[in-house]
Structure formats: structure tokens, C-alpha cells
């Protein structure tokens, strides 16, 4: 379909075109969003297809009226790290600069399908994070008292409430035995794919061109300022420059000399031969680098630490499936009859402190979102919106105000921990 096709936009999905097409030979479906070229110029260039690029497109144009917007993808939409995570979705964090802007999204996901007229198999099934000592439970306890002020749901379970929800677990674990859970009863799941299908359909409806197969190899300066990007499908200038790449982040700010705290290392993923109904929810074994769900597909969809050195390679090795084997053979010994299907790897931008950067600049022109860490799939709906809201107002929403670039100069650093702060020592 070409980029002219603009008319030719999918309908409203409802019960009566299901029904409509049912009747008239499927004929009057249209692709969800339109194959666009890049035209020479925009208000705003999005650099990268994932979910937090194509939902800041959304909402730019949504929240603010700004459509003149392109989304520039090197591969096809949801390749990166949209497509490849777990997609866990929770609000379960800590400190005050990150919590509520969790919860925020965890709000957007609750409205997500209606507001996107598209299913993205948003499945509250609660998320479960076990602890095994004293300590570890006050260190619970106090996460669920600071969720609670944020106006998130949390729960705090003895070892029977964990029995209910997981007998299968392995409670006597001798060196982990497990003395309760966390429990956010409102997070879950969502389909990863679904959730990018359902932003790029939702953002092309609004104007927004989505640029496929077209890799930003470099950047338009004037006097100093981002003023366009150079492409494998030409250069495209643009008043602003908003760059969602993920782990790739670092890669494009090195043709600025723009050295960020941030750095790249993969992650896998492990997904096993479909089983009935057997894992409730999420159930996370942080001391043993281990988390597992049940996709609806029964498949068990399970993973754990992030590979010790630095990379750009969408794929890991064998030492991290053997730890992650072990940490779930720990815990969840049933698993050692289960035969594994496919393991894949994503690029993860791990900032320094475990906490995420949307901010303005440091360049004129240019707009930054990353650091996402092992958890920026959950954030996808609020990180869309908060950097639609900074690149429209050239300033952070209350939401991301904590998520400046220069708080690693001035030390006002966001230090959650257990989500990947010092990467060099995983
Ligand atoms: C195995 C794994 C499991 C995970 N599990 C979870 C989870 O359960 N829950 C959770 O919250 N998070 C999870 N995450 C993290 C989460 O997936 C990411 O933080 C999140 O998807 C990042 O989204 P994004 O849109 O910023 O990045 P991406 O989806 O990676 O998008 C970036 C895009 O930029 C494109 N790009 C890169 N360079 C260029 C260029 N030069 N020009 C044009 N385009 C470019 C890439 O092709 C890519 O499509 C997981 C990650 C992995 C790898």
C-alpha cells in the first residue's frame, strides 16, 4: 500500500464490521497503517518503531494536535525490544520519582484497548514478588506502604497466601525458603506485538507516518542545533529530533560526540512447550534471577539476568540459560521436565541509576527517552505520553520531571534499586 493511500485507512473495529465482513467475504478490511515514505520534511521525526516511539507519535498527536509527525523504524515496527520482552506490566517501584509515573501507565494500560479501538490482551493477573528473610519482608513491607501513596494496589502475603496462588512453588527451599510475597493484584500481562500493532494503527489514523525499513545513519546540524536526520531513505529535516532507540541509543549520540550514562547489554528470554493452566500470574524469585508467567497460549515465558558484558547483539549465550535454568529449577523444581521451546535476545539501555531519562536535549533540537533497563515494556503507555508532553511543551511533565539527563551531573541520581543501577556488576 502506498503513502498516498490515505483514505484508504482501517475502519473502527467493532462486533458489527466483524459481522458486516463475516457476511461480505472479508472484503473490507484494510491494512492497519499505511506503508508511508518519508516526506522531506516534519514538525517532529520519532528515530525508532518501538512501543515508547510509535505511543510518543500517539500521543503527540492525540494530546497536543501535533501531527506532522514521522516515525523512523530501521527494520519493521516492534523489531527491537517491543517485540522481544515479557511483557510483564506492573507499578510495583519504590522511589518517589519513579512510582507515580508507573503508575500512571499502569491507569493508561487499564484504558489502553478502548482508547486504541485495538486488543492488546491487557491481562490483569496480578504480579507476585517472593520473599525469603526478615529483612527482605520489611523491605517488601515498605514498597507496598510507598505504592499505597501512590495510589497503586498492594498486597502483603504470608507463605500460606503464596501457597494458595503457587503451590507448585518450592516453599523449603533450603536456601531460600520462602516466607511471602509481594502481590500487585492490578499488574499482569499484555501482548507485546498487539500493543505496537495497536499505537502504529492508532497514531497512522491521526496522520502520523510510520516510516519502515528506513535507518537513521546520522543528523542535519545548523549553528549547533538537530535540525533533520541523515537516512538510508535520504535526509528528512524536522523542528525537532526525538530519539527512542533503546539500546541503540548510544550508538546514534556518538555521531553528535554525545557521550550518555548509559549502557548496552542484552537480555534473553526463554519460553517453553505449551502446558495447561498451571502459573496464576507473574511470580518473579528475585535471589535466584528468576521470573516466570504463562503466556494464554500456555506456553511458560520465563528469563532472568541481563549478559555480563557490553553489546549491540540482539542475542545472548549460553552461560546466562544455564543460570536462569537453575534459579527456575530452584524454585519451581517442575520445571526441569519441561522441554524449551525458543530463547531470543533483546538490546537493553541500562542507565546508571536503574531509572529512565525523558528529557529535553542536551542539543537544541533533539529530545531523549531511554534508559529503560530491564522494565520499559510496562512503562510504553506514560513514557509515550510524558515525551509527547516534553517535546510538545519543550519541557517534562511533573510525571518524568525526575527523569532529567543532568541528574547524573548533579547528582540527584534515582537509585532503584534491583533494576539494573550499576550494569557492570550483573
Ligand atoms: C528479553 C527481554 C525481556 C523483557 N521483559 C520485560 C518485561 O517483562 N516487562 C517490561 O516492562 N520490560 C521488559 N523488557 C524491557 C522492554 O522490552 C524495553 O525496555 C522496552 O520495550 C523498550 O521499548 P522501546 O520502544 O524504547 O525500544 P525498542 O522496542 O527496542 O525500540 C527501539 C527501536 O529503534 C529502532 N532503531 C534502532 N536504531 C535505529 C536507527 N538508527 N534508526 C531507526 N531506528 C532505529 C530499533 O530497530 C527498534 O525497533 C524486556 C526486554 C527484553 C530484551
Redesign the pocket.
Known amino acids: 500500500m502506498s503513502a498516498s493511500s490515505s483514505v484508504n485507512w482501517s475502519p473502527h473495529y467493532s462486533a458489527f464490521g466483524l459481522l458486516a465482513n463475516a457476511l461480505t467475504g472479508q472484503k473490507g478490511w484494510r491494512p492497519a497503517w499505511r506503508d508511508a515514505a518519508p516526506k522531506p520534511a516534519y514538525d517532529v521525526i520519532v528515530?525508532?518503531?518501538?512501543?515508547?516511539?510509535?505511543?510518543t507519535a500517539y500521543y503527540l498527536a492525540k494530546e497536543h494536535g501535533i501531527t506532522n509527525v514521522a516515525v523512523?523504524?530501521?527494520?519493521?515496527?516492534?523489531?527491537?525490544?517491543?517485540?522481544?520482552?515479557?511483557?510483564?506490566?506492573?507499578s510495583n517501584y519504590l522511589l518517589p520519582g519513579n512510582e507515580p509515573f508507573y503508575e500512571w501507565s499502569m491507569k493508561l494500560w487499564e484504558g489502553l484497548e478502548a482508547d486504541l479501538n485495538f486488543n492488546a490482551m491487557v491481562s490483569q493477573r496480578g504480579v507476585l514478588n517472593l520473599f525469603h528473610s526478615d529483612p527482605q519482608r520489611d523491605a517488601y513491607a515498605r514498597r507496598a506502604n510507598a505504592m499505597r501513596l501512590a495510589g497503586a494496589d498492594s498486597e502483603l502475603l504470608d507463605a500460606d497466601g503464596v501457597r494458595a496462588l503457587a503451590p507448585f512453588l518450592d516453599f523449603a527451599n533450603a536456601r531460600f525458603p520462602i516466607k511471602g510475597g509481594l502481590l500487585q493484584k492490578r499488574g499482569g500481562?499484555a501482548r507485546?506485538d498487539a500493543v505496537?500493532w495497536g499505537y502504529a494503527r492508532a497514531a497512522d489514523r491521526r496522520g502520523v507516518d510510520i516510516v519502515q525499513n528506513?535507518?537513521?545513519?546520522g543528523f542535519l546540524r545548523e549553528n549547533g542545533a538537530v535540525v533533520g536526520?541523515e537516512?538510508t531513505r535520504g535526509p528528512v529535516r524536522a523542528g525537532k529530533v526525538a530519539l527512542?532507540?533503546?539500546?541503540?541509543?548510544s550508538?546514534?549520540t556518538r555521531h553528535l560526540d554525545l557521550r550518555l550514562p548509559i549502557e548496552s547489554h542484552?537480555?534473553?528470554?526463554f519460553v517453553s512447550e505449551g502446558l495447561k493452566p498451571l502459573v496464576p500470574g507473574?511470580i518473579t524469585f528475585g535471589m535466584g534471577h528468576f521470573?516466570i508467567?504463562q503466556s494464554d497460549k500456555g506456553g511458560l515465558v520465563f528469563?532472568g539476568d541481563i549478559e555480563g558484558y557490553n553489546t549491540y547483539a540482539?542475542r545472548g549465550n549460553l552461560p546466562v540459560v544455564e543460570d536462569v535454568c537453575e534459579g527456575g529449577m530452584a524454585i519451581m523444581p517442575l520445571i526441569g521436565r519441561l522441554r524449551m521451546l525458543r530463547s531470543?535476545?533483546?538490546?537493553?539501555?541500562m542507565s546508571m541509576d536503574g531509572s529512565p531519562i525523558i528529557d529535553v536535549g542536551p542539543l537544541p533540537g533533539l529530545y531523549l527517552?531511554?534508559g529503560?533497563?530491564?522494565?520499559?515494556?510496562?512503562?510504553?503507555p506514560a513514557?509515550g505520553w510524558c515525551f509527547a508532553h516534553t517535546i510538545a511543551r519543550d519541557a517534562p511533565h511533573a510525571l518524568n520531571a525526575a527523569f532529567r539527563l543532568d541528574r547524573f551531573r548533579s547528582g540527584h541520581v534515582i537509585d532503584e534499586k534491583g533494576v539494573g543501577a550499576q550494569p557492570n556488576l550483573h
Do not use: M, P
Open positions: 528515530v525508532g518503531g518501538g512501543g515508547h516511539g510509535l505511543a523512523l523504524e530501521k527494520g519493521h515496527i516492534g523489531s527491537g525490544n517491543a517485540g522481544r520482552n515479557t511483557t510483564i506490566i506492573r500481562t507485546h505496537v528506513c535507518e537513521v545513519t536526520v537516512t527512542a532507540v533503546a539500546g541503540s541509543t550508538r546514534l542484552a537480555l534473553q528470554a507473574v521470573y508467567s528469563g540482539q531470543w535476545g533483546g538490546l537493553l539501555d527517552n531511554t529503560w533497563n530491564y522494565g520499559g515494556f510496562k512503562a510504553t513514557s
